[in-house]
């Protein structure tokens, strides 16, 4: 049989908004990727819930999860289901039957990656998920291959394209949160009625986990990442880092330190920044995602594009689905990957610096006394500003970079002092000291 003549069975679990993208990458480019891979790719059998219901591309469509899930003549299986369960048993029978999987699923990959991997290799198959980290970037194969000779110290992530619409349009106009996240979820960009996977940071803690597994060859899961949304950040913080020359941004952030005994430790947190203006990440607008890699060898690096979206997100699942059929053709044996056990270092033990906005009582002794508290607690303030009179005064601080745990408890103190209404706003930044 001629190359030309060779074909390889692609089966679909789900074709939704991604399966939907695939099966048309795959119609409409089929001579192309014929001349790439050596055979054709055939899209076979497709697993949906609701056979009935009405779809934008057509296909054998079944409810049967055997006619894809250890079928005979389904070489590739691509998951595009989401959720846990059942997709987690479906890939681990796949793989166990010896298909290779490619799979879009970050909440899968970021709690159960470490086992699928294992039962890929167990097998010699192939376990391909570049579209469960920002969609259409390249990062997975990045990272796992042409970085595979340097040291990635750090990963600093704007991995949820919702959110960086919201805070895009929240600087852009001046605006607060609940409107632009209502617009947001009228454009289809946020989830009707709860928006929590991507505005409380859920979604980009899981792409930051898969992203500090790979980056630092260790099992890290979604649960090991310290995780906090958007809803505290409010218009006046966006006005205050712009004044000082920064822009908000969730990140995602993975890097390597050292622990108290020397011990490599891996620090894995998602939060809003304060990002340098002139940071490559601060102009990453609407809902575009970008990854910034700090290598010992490469340097600084940046990977900018579409982080979902049918078409998008089916390109780099193609892509995979093309990965994983020229190593079947090639019947190319797998080398074991060393997966290593480095602790999570806790969020109590990052250095980071900080911005605190206070709400206080206008009058004498007011700044020695906050002053006062930040020192016991070993937290060194770099500038203040103090703004208003009356009923509305307020303190800007920006301390030096200090342990999370001690501007936790001097937060903690300045909550109860008189003197302190409230404490308005706290935020970490990143990158240059202010
Ligand atoms: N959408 C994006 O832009 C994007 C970007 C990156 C990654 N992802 C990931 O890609 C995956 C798919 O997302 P999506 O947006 O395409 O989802 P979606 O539009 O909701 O589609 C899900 C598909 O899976 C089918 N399905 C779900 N549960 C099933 C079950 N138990 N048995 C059989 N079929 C089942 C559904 O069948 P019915 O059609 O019959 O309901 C539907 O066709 C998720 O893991 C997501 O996180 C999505």
Redesign the pocket.
């Known amino acids: 049989m001629t190359d030309s003549q060779r074909t390889l069975t692609v089966g679909l679990?789900?074709?939704?908004?991604?399966?939907s993208g695939v099966v048309q990458l795959l119609r409409d480019h089929a001579e192309e990727i014929a001349g790439r891979v050596g055979a054709r790719l055939v899209v076979g059998p497709v697993?949906?819930?609701?056979p009935d219901?009405p779809r934008e591309v057509a296909a054998e469509l079944t409810?049967d999860?055997s006619a894809v899930v250890g079928a005979e003549g389904v070489d590739i299986v691509v998951e595009?289901?989401?959720?846990i369960d059942?997709a987690r048993g479906l890939l681990a029978d796949a793989l166990a039957a010896g298909q290779s999987v490619v799979t879009?699923?970050?909440?899968l990959i970021a709690t159960h990656g470490a086992e699928l991997l294992a039962a890929a290799q167990e097998r010699s198959v192939r376990l391909e998920y570049e579209?469960?980290v920002a969609?259409a970037i390249p990062i997975i194969k990045p990272m796992r291959e042409s970085l595979a000779g340097d040291r990635v110290r750090k990963v600093l992530g704007i991995l949820n394209g919702t959110t960086n619409y919201i805070l895009t349009r929240m600087t852009e106009e001046g605006a607060d949160l609940d409107p632009v996240l209502a617009e947001a979820q009228d454009l289809g960009y946020a989830e009707k009625p709860d928006p929590s996977a991507d505005v409380d940071g859920h979604d980009a803690a899981a792409k930051a986990a898969i992203l500090a597994s790979l980056a630092f060859d260790a099992e890290v899961t979604r649960d090991q990442v310290f995780t906090e949304g958007i809803r505290g950040v409010t218009a006046t913080d966006i006005a205050n880092a712009e004044r000082m020359g920064y822009v908000i941004k969730l990140l995602g952030i993975a890097e390597e330190t050292e622990g108290p005994s020397g011990e490599r430790q891996i620090g894995v947190r998602v939060h809003p920044a304060w990002v340098p203006a002139e940071h490559p990440l601060a102009s990453v607008r609407e809902a575009f995602n970008a990854i910034f890699v700090e290598a010992e060898g490469a340097g600084e690096l940046m990977f900018y594009g579409r982080g979902?979206?049918?078409l998008p997100?089916a390109s780099a699942v193609v892509g995979d689905v093309v990965t994983a059929a020229r190593a079947h053709l090639a019947g190319e044996e797998l080398p074991r990957v060393a997966i290593s056990r480095k602790p999570i270092r806790p969020m109590d033990e990052s250095i980071v610096q900080y911005y605190v906005l206070l709400d206080v009582v206008d009058r004498a002794g007011v700044l020695a006394t906050v002053a006062a508290t930040f020192g016991d607690n070993d937290v060194s303030i770099k500038s203040v500003w103090q703004e208003g009179s009356d009923d509305h005064a307020q303190l800007l601080l920006v301390t030096h970079a200090a342990r999370e745990g001690n501007v936790q408890a001097c937060v903690a103190a300045l909550e109860g002092l008189s003197e302190v209404r409230r404490v308005a706003s706290l935020m970490r930044v990143e990158g240059r000291e202010v």
């Open positions: 679990l789900g074709l939704g908004v991604v399966g697993v949906v819930r609701d219901k409810t999860l595009v289901m989401g959720g059942p879009a699923n970050k909440e579209a469960a969609g979902a979206g049918s997100t």
